[in-house]
Each structure stands twice: as C-alpha cells, then as structure tokens.
C-alpha cells in the first residue's frame, strides 16, 4: 500500500507518523526495547501529545534478528499467528558508548542511540545487509481511518528481491506491488493461490514477515531504494535471516516455519487424472488405464477429480453411485494394478449434501455474526465453510476422509482455500483479516495429519493449491489453473521458481496446461517439463490428457521422460531428502546453485533439479531454446555432449529432446528399473562421473543413494587417480556401474570401481 505522494507529500487524507530519534533502551536476557519519538524532542513539552513507537529486537535463533514495533499495545490478540520455531533469547546484548548490538551468530543489529533514529543490519564480515533509515520505522492513518504499522528495509544498488509464495508476475520482485491475500485468481495476474510474506535477497539474507493477514509490500514501487511491507494493526513483527548464501537463508528461515515432509517415494512417479469436467466412469477409468498398459507408460498414480462424487453436493465424500456403483470393488482392482489412488477434495460443504445439514446441526460451518451459517452460490450450490478452527470441526472432516481411505483411497487432492469470507465469525475467536490466509494452513493440516496417522510417516502426500508461511510442512503443491499455452507455461514454472525461493520444496503442475485442450507441440513440450519436475501430473479441464489424444509422438515423449525420471529416482529421492532435512527445495532457480554469478539472478526459464541436473524446457513448437550454463564443463544427460561455460547457448531440441545437462564436478546416481519410482534402486546402480579434463583439474565428489524411507542405503566417494576415477562404495556390496557421463569409458565392479584415461577429452565451446 502506497502512503506517500512522491519524496515530499503524503496522500490525501493520510497522515503518517516516523520514528526520529531513541528516548531509551531497556536491556534484558539476548534482547532490548528502545522507544523511539515520532517527532525531535527538544524540550520537556515536546514529550506531550504525540507518540512513542516501541521496538523490541530479539534473537529466536542463531542467525535471526526479529524486530517488533508496536504502536499502541492494548490490542487484543485474536489470533491465528503463524507457529515460529526458537527460543526467544538466543542473541547476546552489548552496549558500548551510544550503541547498542544485538548478535545472533553471523547476523548483527546495530542502533545508534544519539543520531537520528536508524538500524544497521550487518553480517559476519561487519558488512551491511540491509537497514532501517529514514522513515523505515513508523505507522500511517488512511482516510478510512485504517492504522496501518509501516516498515522498510533498504535495497541496496543492483540487489534483487525473490519469493512472497508462488508468483506469477515478474520472477525478480523489485519495482512490483504485492498484496499477500489469497486469491483463486490462476497463473497470469498478479493474484496468487499460495502467499508467503517471505523474501529472499540476492544480497544473502531473507526477510520473514510475522503476520498471515494482509501484508501490503511495495518493492522499490514507492521509495524506489526501499522495500516497504505495512499491516493494518498496531504492531509488526518482521525477522532478518542471515545466509551468507540462499540456501542457508531457506535453511534458516525452514527452521523457524517448518521443514517439508517427506513424500513416499511412489509419489514421485506419473499421476493421470480424469480431468475435471471430462465425462468418466469406471469404463473410462479402465481404458485409460489399460491404454497407459498398452503402450508401456508407466503410471503410479490415477486420480480422481471433482465428478466423482454427485453434482451438486461437494464434497460429500460420497462416489456418485451412478458412474462407481462398487467403489471398493474399483479401487482394488487399480491396486492390483499396482496403482495409488488419488481423490479430488474441497473444504466446502453444498447444501444439497447430507453433511450440509449434519455439519449445520454440529455447529461444523462458520457463521456469520448475526448466527446464520455463511453461504454462498460461487462454485456450489448455497456451499458453506468447515470452520476448521473447531477441533471437533477437524475430527469430524478427518472421520470423513478415513472413510475414504478404508476403502482403498492413498491421498487428496486439496483443492481450494483461498476464498474466504472475512465478515464472518469463528469458533474460536479468530480475527477474520487473519484467518484469510491462514485458512489454508489449518485445511491442509487437517488432511495431511489424518494422512500420516493413518498410513503412517512418510506416506502422507497430498496435491494442494493453496499454503501460506508454513504450508511448506504439507507437501505437495501444485501451480493451479493455468491455460493451455507455451505463454502459461513459463508463467506456472516462473510461479514455481518463485515458491521455491519461498520455503517450499516440492511443486507441480498441470502438464499440457488445465484451461482448454493444448496444440499437440505444447503438450509434448509439457511433457519434457512436467516429467522434469518434483511431481507430475496429467490434468485438464474440458479435455482428457491421455498422451495418445495428442498423437503417436507424444506417446513417445511420456514414455520416454517418464522412464527417464524413474531412472533418475535414486538421484531425485536424495533431492528430496535434503528438501526434508535441510529446507533446500528439488526445483532450485539457478541463484539458489550459483549465487556469485550475476547471469543467474534474473533467469526463470531454467532451473536445477536438484543439485546437478539444469533443465530448460523448450517454450516453442519449433524447438528453439536459450539458455545460460554458468562456469565449468557441462554434459548433456542424454547426448554425452560436452560444452564449457559460462555463456549463453542456442540450441533446437525435438520433442523428444531439451537442455538437461549434468554439472561440472558431480556424481549422478541412476537406477536401473525404468518401470516404477520406488524400486530398488542399489540393484544395477549406474553412477555418471563428470570430472573437469584439464591436465590438473582435480575430481572429488560424493553422493548418498537413499532407500525408500529416506535412510542412506549407500555413500560412493569419487576421486582422482592419476589419469584416471576411482568410485568407493560404503554401505553396499552389491555391484554398480560406472561411466563418464559422456558415455566414453565404462567399468562394473563392487566396492570399488575405476575408470582409466578420463582426463583428455575434448569440449564443445
């Protein structure tokens, strides 16, 4: 929200107010409180009749500074807030002169008590990260009488800022205005399903925004070397996150909201659906199934969206008897398939449902303030809203739900969220302004514990839409509704770069796009990017996306890509694990791997997957493709070329083919089963060695192939003898292959394996 008319003038009717200078400091255990005038004090009087701002600053962790700044501190506190992991007082005070610091391991906060009011943010190094300046600290009155508390930060020159959730706009934020309010708005506006007040910076540090109602940002947008983020309250609360790199920026800020879950490894495989206003029944079903059978697709997952239950009465939770007669019956059959089974969800009741009226007389609906129930006629029929806030509400959508899953159902699709009344009241007290965004947390939750209690750890999994701060604890998420078009195409993986700067590491898609029925080259181009992916999924709108629909080749390209990734699997599950452990996501923009080269901060049509593998899917039926490969030299996955970076390449790709090239230096681990992602990966393990060539390069890599619940199954330690690699394996006698990515030299042994004469080969420029 903009406050000011250009560097001088307010708006009309806004009347804002800015720290000037510290009255005092109170020191205590790893913080401090300073009062700071909103107008110089000169004289005894000038303390009446105007304001005093507080600023708590405090340390919930090493490497975390949260600053609080608070107007007036009688607001009542109606809640929800966000669950922020720490102690409170890990930082350590020290005064010396007239300034005051507060240090949290690599991250300083500076305040200089007897100039103007102003905080210096320092890392490791004593060099600056970013600081509050002139009119950084402060509050403003809109004519509608709104208090709004108002903040910024500053941006240094050249400095980028990333994240605020899943964003389909522009990739670098700066110069963007930016509402965290979710909305089901799909992939090409400024509006978002999944908002995350979270920023990441080029300059290696992170900035956590502690409030899930609506936090208004203007990124350069308003003072051009500022970034501002303002709520209408009497307090915000905000906290600086130290890096020095990206990754330890998300590691950091993931310890404090959540790491992600672990999802089963059978998730990671092809999911088909039924698509949402498709006609289908179980002999629909059947046939797609035995189609993908056929023509040796594998497929892991087959999905059921909204129709299978009645018109009229989403969600119910109930098959439509019409189409399923025998549900049970059905879903025993895929599982003897060897398929999981997804299902479509929604968190909304329609009154025509017989849970409408049980819900109702449970007091399970949220109820406007004059005692009615909240009803509408948008998307169904006079549909209410679980009040999620209510236990008994939760437990008695979970019954639900474990009905669903006796009958042979493994995961939800949690669709929805994001439209949520505001002129309502909550079982438990909760601020509706708040409870807007934190919605979809306390939904997903609800699935995802229900999920795990019943199939256990590790195989919970679930397709949302929509997540706030913290939602990153739940995965997966997908993009939503985006059109059938290579233009939306870049904008879903744009919006999943994005998400991925903001906490999440896990992210799909609609291959083929969900609006209308895509032209045969964005499928097939889809499907090279889809596959490339966390997850990937078959889905659509009006049209099926059985790959036969879109021809021959198509059907080759899902095959292909689909085979490829399960091979991948041993590599992408330990992706995965790191996601879990660590808070670093699969899908990784290029600064989050190579934050020193400048060419990375802007790209978005290109990404890594996980730590070695870059990927740049193709935006055009023609195949043309321009990408950046940053220093070293890089091995395309599936040609053996070799070219050596940095710079810019120009390539034209078949359907069958795009940009997938290995990083300088790794150790690629490739599992033998093309047919399943959860297969055994140790046996007839490939290992693909990507050693620099010159003469006296060095090669020293390792790489840990987990098991299906996440464990190290094996560790093999690469290193350079003489002219030649040699492999150790620890963990694992079994036998494995090694060969140069390139595919030049090959060798099959146990525990030990060696490669002779891989240090002269020749490189594409």
């Not at 102003?118 to 950084?136: I, Q, Y």
């Not at 950091?252 to 092809?270: C, D, E, H, I, K």
Request: hydrophobic share 40%.
């Amino acid at each position: 929200m903009k406050f000011t008319d250009g560097c001088w003038l307010m708006r009309d009717g806004v009347n804002a107010s800015y720290a000037t200078e510290v009255r005092d400091v109170e020191e205590g255990e790893g913080r401090f409180t300073a009062y700071a005038a909103v107008r110089p004090v000169r004289e005894r009087g000038d303390t009446l009749n105007s304001a005093l701002v507080t600023v708590e600053c405090f340390s919930p962790a090493e490497g975390v500074i949260g600053v609080r700044t608070v107007h007036h501190a009688g607001k009542a506190r109606r809640g929800p807030d966000f669950t922020v992991e720490g102690t409170g007082n890990a930082g350590r005070v020290t005064r010396e002169g007239t300034v005051v610091e507060l240090a949290a391991g690599p991250l300083t906060l500076r305040l200089d008590t007897a100039g103007p009011w102003g905080m210096e943010f320092l890392d490791a190094e004593g060099r600056g990260l970013t600081a509050v300046e002139r009119r950084g600290t402060g509050f403003a009155t809109t004519p509608d009488g709104a208090h709004h508390m108002v903040t910024q930060l500053a941006l240094g020159v050249g400095e980028c800022l990333y994240g605020l959730g899943e964003r389909f706009t522009p990739f670098v934020r700066n110069g963007q205005s930016v509402d965290i309010w979710q909305a089901d708005g799909g992939t090409s506006s400024e509006q978002a399903y999944k908002n995350v007040p979270f920023h990441l910076s080029s300059r290696g540090y992170g900035v956590f925004v502690d409030h899930p109602g609506k936090v208004s940002y203007e990124i350069g947008s308003e003072a051009v070397g500022q970034v501002q983020f303002s709520v209408e309250d009497q307090s915000l609360a905000y906290y600086v996150i130290a890096g020095p790199t990206p990754k330890d920026v998300l590691r950091r800020y993931t310890a404090l909201t959540g790491r992600p879950a672990l999802p089963p490894a059978w998730s990671f495989g092809l999911w088909l659906s039924t698509s949402f206003c498709t006609d289908y029944d179980e002999e629909t079903v059947t046939g797609f199934v035995d189609g993908m059978a056929a023509r040796e697709l594998p497929l892991s997952v087959f999905h059921f969206d909204c129709f299978w239950m009645r018109e009229h009465q989403w969600t119910d939770f109930r098959w439509d008897p019409a189409v399923f007669p025998d549900p049970r019956s059905m879903l025993k059959r895929l599982r003897e398939r060897g398929l999981r089974v997804s299902v479509w969800i929604n968190p909304y009741i329609a009154q025509k449902s017989a849970l409408f009226a049980e819900a109702a007389a449970r007091g399970h609906l949220v109820k406007r303030p004059n005692g009615d129930i909240w009803q509408w006629d948008l998307w169904q029929p006079g549909m209410a809203l679980v009040d999620f806030t209510d236990p008994a509400a939760r437990a008695w959508y979970a019954d639900q739900l474990r009905d669903l899953l006796d009958q042979g159902v493994d995961c939800f699709k949690t669709d929805f969220g994001e439209r949520v009344p505001t002129d309502v009241v909550w079982h438990d007290g909760s601020d509706p302004e708040r409870m807007h965004n934190y919605y979809a947390q306390l939904y997903n939750s609800t699935v995802f514990e229900v999920l795990e209690k019943e199939r256990g750890a590790g195989e919970a999994v679930l397709f949302a839409r929509s997540a706030t701060a913290g939602g990153q604890r739940f995965p997966v998420h997908w993009g939503g509704d985006c059109f059938a078009s290579f233009g939306a195409m870049a904008e879903s993986l744009r919006g999943g770069l994005s998400l991925s700067l903001s906490g999440f590491g896990f992210w799909s898609h609609d291959i083929g796009g969900f609006e209308g029925t895509p032209d045969p080259a964005v499928f097939k181009r889809w499907l090279a990017f889809g596959l490339l992916s966390s997850h990937s999924r078959l889905h659509g709108n009006v049209s099926y996306r059985v790959p036969w629909a879109f021809g021959d080749e198509a059907v080759d390209v899902a095959r292909k890509f689909t085979r490829l990734k399960h091979r991948l699997m041993p590599y992408l599950y330990g992706a995965a694990v790191e996601a879990h452990r660590d808070g670093v996501p699969v899908m990784r923009p290029m600064l989050l791997e190579f934050p020193g080269d400048p060419a990375c901060r802007t790209l978005d049509r290109q990404y890594m997957l996980g730590p070695d593998l870059l990927v740049a899917p193709v935006f055009s039926a023609a195949g043309d493709v321009e990408f950046y490969l940053p220093e070293g030299t890089w091995t395309h996955l599936l040609t053996g070329e070799r070219v050596r970076g940095p710079g810019w390449r120009r390539e034209t790709h078949g359907f069958d083919g795009l940009p997938l090239y290995v990083r300088p230096g790794a150790l690629l681990p490739l599992g033998a089963d093309e047919l399943r992602p959860d297969g055994d990966w140790p046996a007839e393990l490939t290992l693909l060695a990507t050693p620099e060539t010159a003469p006296d390069s060095t090669y020293d890599a390792e790489v840990a192939v987990p098991d299906l619940r996440g464990r190290t199954a094996a560790t093999f330690r690469a290193t350079r003898h003489g002219d030649g690699v040699t492999v150790r394996a620890t963990g694992t006698t079994r036998p494995f292959r090694l060969r140069t990515a390139d595919g030049r030299a090959s060798a099959r042994g146990e525990t030990e394996v060696t490669l002779a004469d891989v240090f002269t080969v020749p490189t594409t420029g």
